[in-house]
């Protein structure tokens, strides 16, 4: 199955989800009344109860209940339901950051000096530039256990997750393939199923809650009352009525594990499956669920239950564990990975030591390959063993004054600002001047900060654009940390540092689409993906917009543009079409944001199409060049299709 075909499963697996949510409160509803219905036999019934009169009694009681009590009870079920629903929805706006954040767990800075955070942030940095998507922010958990998770609605708001039990247990490539396993679920659009699973599984999980609620505070009382206070029969009711919630509330909590279950085994073997292939290495994965067999990946968090279903490990323990599981058995998912092993875990865990010596392996350059484009959509969200070394090879060659900025909060902002000049001087003037922002006067950068930017814009200019994008890439997390206010007010100076040049190319553009891309479902509710076009044809003015806008790279003469215009939207099927841009070059890039903001909401087995014109116009001289290559990487990510930088760029042996 590959990316499209997955995204597309992952959309259908949300339609089961509400069949099995709708399942779920209809029992709830009929429970609900039965137990009114119960209520009313007990208490206004003169029946006595036996065994042989219990059914009877139960009908007669249902049956002195008015009709529309029957609606009123119904009706206040789905409103608590419906209410608790939103209320979730509402709490996860801000995406993964939200889910991180409610379990418990700790932004680490991605500039830490901790040598096992710091290695954490590389191979997670290595995997993000490997799936050509940005890099997350990493969370780390306080918890013992062994166990990681992954959450976002999306690549630009994902984060990852992970136990401190986790980074003390596990080696490199131990924590590679737990990676691979987190970043598949990232790319293969599970996180975004997981927290509409964390919403609806609330609204039906509520009643039992305020049940368990009721009691734990029934019976602080009573026991208070006992020792003076006098509760009566007001504290008994409130502890049958708690019981009573609770007991409808099981029915909740039931179909909960068992919707959980089964919307995540089978996905939790198909992740298992993309980080073998990811990292080339079945045993990495595999030794680090045996150490889960012997260290647990249990989480004393009570928090973690209503996202339980997102970890990489079992992370509570529950009744009827082998049907209501989240996870498939520890032996069957090693079994899956290593058909050789030999049935026993490890029979203690030792502690990683912090003087081992760390780093990417040194590889001497990144050369050009042809593209097929037949194949191209096949490897986007499909990053490889050859992924991952090549962006050992990019991070490993990227000037290292930038890679450090790119790790700092603070000259992140500076970084970027130099990634998006093309002017030294008017980007200087632009940015040194104050800035007007929310009704208060921003000042503009200090001369020191100048200073740095000029530095850093001195170092990037000479870098080709497959390292500014992954510099790009790289920057995020440290962007992330700052403010929303700070991070608004970048977004509005990097807009006017772009108007203040004379021309703006198109990979400048891309790499401003991608900002905003990133940043902004961080300041703001983050963009659910939705699918309002089925088919390409619908999109065909934007498509065409697109495909000369690839046509003009590279291509210095205009036959050569307008050939590759031809081939590609013979590639499209879409026929014949007049060239779109004024002035044969010139680019409205106001027009192209539009055209992609569209295209981004294709369905996700349309998007092939528009991929394989776009690789079309790059390709047609047979060659593909490092900005050409970037281009169609940095494009892809805007389109929701990351590109592993492996499919344009080779990394040689080291």
């Not at 998770?149 to 401190?164: E, K, L, Q, S």
């Not at 997102?310 to 599981?325: E, I, K, N, P």
Request: glycine content about 8%; hydrophobic content about 45%; overall charge neutral.
């Amino acid at each position: 199955m590959d990316f499209f075909e997955a995204q597309d499963t992952a959309r259908r697996k949300t339609w089961q989800l509400v069949a099995l949510f709708a399942l779920a409160l209809i029992c709830l509803l009929v429970l609900t009344n039965l137990v009114v219905g119960g209520a009313y036999f007990l208490f206004f019934s003169d029946m006595r109860v036996t065994s042989t009169t219990l059914y009877d009694g139960v009908r007669a009681g249902l049956a002195l209940v008015p009709p529309e009590t029957w609606l009123i009870i119904s009706a206040s079920v789905l409103g608590v339901v419906a209410a608790a629903c939103l209320y979730k929805r509402v709490a996860l706006n801000a995406g993964g950051r939200a889910v991180a954040e409610s379990v418990g767990g700790i932004p680490v800075s991605p500039d830490t000096t901790d040598f096992a955070e710091r290695r954490l942030l590389n191979v997670v940095e290595e995997m993000a530039i490997a799936s050509g998507i940005s890099v997350p922010p990493v969370y780390v958990l306080n918890e013992p256990g062994i166990n990681a998770f992954a959450a976002g609605f999306t690549p630009d708001d994902a984060v990852i997750g992970i136990t401190r039990g986790a980074l003390e247990f596990l080696n490199r490539e131990e924590l590679q393939g737990v990676m691979g396993h987190e970043f598949s679920h990232i790319l293969n659009g599970d996180t975004r199923i997981n927290l509409r699973l964390i919403a609806l599984l609330f609204g039906i999980l509520f009643i039992g809650i305020v049940g368990q609620m009721l009691l734990r505070g029934s019976t602080r009382g009573i026991s208070v009352g006992g020792r003076g206070r006098d509760t009566g029969g007001a504290g008994m009711g409130f502890i049958l009525f708690g019981a009573t919630l609770a007991v409808i509330g099981y029915t909740g909590t039931f179909f909960g594990n068992l919707i959980k279950a089964a919307v995540s085994r089978q996905r939790e073997f198909l992740a298992d499956a993309a980080a073998v292939q990811f990292t080339r290495n079945p045993q990495g994965i595999s030794r680090a669920l045996q150490k889960i067999g012997t260290g647990g990946s249990r989480l004393g968090n009570s928090d973690v239950s209503e996202a339980s279903h997102m970890f990489f490990g079992q992370a509570q323990s529950m009744l009827f564990s082998r049907m209501m599981a989240t996870h498939p058995p520890l032996e069957v998912r090693i079994k899956a990975i290593d058909p050789s092993w030999h049935g026993s875990f490890p029979e203690q865990l030792e502690r990683l030591t912090r003087n081992m010596p760390e780093g990417l392996a040194a590889l001497s350059d990144i050369q050009g390959v042809p593209v097929d484009v037949e194949s191209l959509p096949e490897q986007v969200g499909r990053p490889d063993a050859v992924s991952v070394r090549t962006a050992d090879a990019i991070v490993d060659t990227t000037d290292k004054r930038c890679l450090d900025a790119a790790h700092d909060p603070y000259a992140a902002r500076l970084l970027v600002y130099a990634l998006l000049t093309t002017d030294l001087d008017a980007s200087k003037a632009v940015l040194g001047r104050p800035l007007e922002r929310g009704g208060r006067e921003r000042p503009g950068l200090s001369l020191q900060d100048l200073a740095l930017l000029a530095l850093l814009w001195g170092r990037v200019r000479v870098t080709d654009n497959l390292h500014r994008l992954a510099l790009l890439e790289m920057a995020v997390p440290a962007l992330k940390r700052g403010s929303d206010e700070q991070i608004a007010e970048l977004l509005q100076r990097v807009h006017g540092l772009i108007l203040a040049d004379t021309r703006v190319e198109l990979f400048e553009w891309v790499l401003h689409k991608l900002l905003r891309k990133e940043l902004e479902p961080h300041i703001r509710t983050p963009r659910k993906p939705k699918v309002r076009y089925r088919r390409i044809e619908r999109l065909r003015d934007q498509s065409v917009l697109l495909i000369a806008c690839m046509s003009q790279v590279g291509h210095d003469e205009d036959a050569d543009r307008r050939g590759a215009f031809a081939d590609a939207l013979d590639q499209l099927g879409a026929g014949t079409a007049d060239w779109p841009l004024a002035d044969d070059t010139r680019i409205d890039f106001a027009q192209l944001d539009a055209a992609l903001g569209k295209l981004r909401d294709l369905a996700p087995l349309q998007k092939p199409k528009l991929l394989k014109a776009c690789a079309s116009a790059v390709l047609y001289d047979g060659v593909i060049n490092p900005a050409e290559a970037a281009l169609l990487q940095g494009l892809s990510a805007a389109l929701d299709c990351p590109l592993p930088p492996s499919v344009v760029a080779k990394a040689p042996d080291a």
